[in-house]
């Protein structure tokens, strides 16, 4: 198995950036997919992006396209979202998830494994 720990949150203002982290460790990195999924207070976990086992494909919810790049460095065992142009409506916490499938997924229900989440709080 893998094990996850997000770092980066923080309180923002709107237009401002972060660059959230997930350090893994545990089983190869490298097979597994990954992805950033987001849950603000009283709403479902939602899909943020996600990236193949390699980085060489991403994607995204349409609601952070041009905003937030996911990457990962697999000598490293880590991933990172860099969140641009932050909006109010981007509060939540964030979770970093590994998952087995061959190819990223926008479901939570396909991740197997979840970091503890790191809060995000953008003021307006």
């Known amino acids: 198995q893998v094990r996850m720990v997000e770092s980066g949150g923080g309180l923002v203002q709107a237009g401002d950036s972060l660059r959230l982290s997930c350090a893994a460790s545990?089983?190869?990195?490298?097979?597994?997919?990954m992805a950033w999924f987001r849950q603000a207070p009283g709403r479902e976990r939602e899909f943020v992006a996600s990236i193949s086992r390699s980085g060489d494909r991403t994607y995204y919810a349409d609601f952070v396209k041009g905003r937030f790049t996911i990457s990962r460095d697999n000598a490293k065992y880590m991933m990172y979202l860099q969140m641009n142009s932050l909006k109010p409506e981007d509060t939540a916490v964030y979770y970093c998830?590994?998952?087995?499938?061959?190819?990223?997924?926008?479901?939570?229900?396909?991740?197997?494994?979840w970091g503890q989440g790191t809060q995000v709080t953008v003021s307006s």
């Open positions: 545990g089983r190869t990195f490298s097979s597994y997919v």
């Open positions: 998830a590994a998952g087995t499938r061959m190819v990223p997924s926008r479901s939570s229900l396909e991740y197997d494994y």
